[in-house]
């Protein structure tokens, strides 16, 4: 990675590195650094974090059986599949 460079204005990576993440990469700030990842990455990512959420907003009250986290799962794929 000794292409990376450090300017003024920040952190200039080359396109070489970002080329197979799509013509239009999420970049995101997080703390202590930066994710930079395809749209399609970043949207999986984002439902992984809704399913998380509401399995422990379900686990707050009572901890769901095999049955309600195979159907979380199941609701999550579906619209996944219906962002594609």
Do not use: F, N, W
């Amino acid at each position: 990675m000794a292409d990376l460079k450090l300017a003024p204005e920040g952190l200039v990576i080359p396109p070489q590195y970002l080329a197979d993440l799509g013509p239009d990469p999420s970049v995101r700030r997080i703390k202590g650094g930066l994710i930079i990842e395809s749209r399609d990455q970043a949207m999986a990512r984002a439902q992984l974090r809704d399913l998380v959420a509401r399995l422990r907003a379900a686990v707050g009250t009572e901890a769901p059986d095999d049955d309600e986290i195979a159907a979380l799962v199941d609701e999550v794929r579906a619209e996944r599949a219906c962002h594609r």
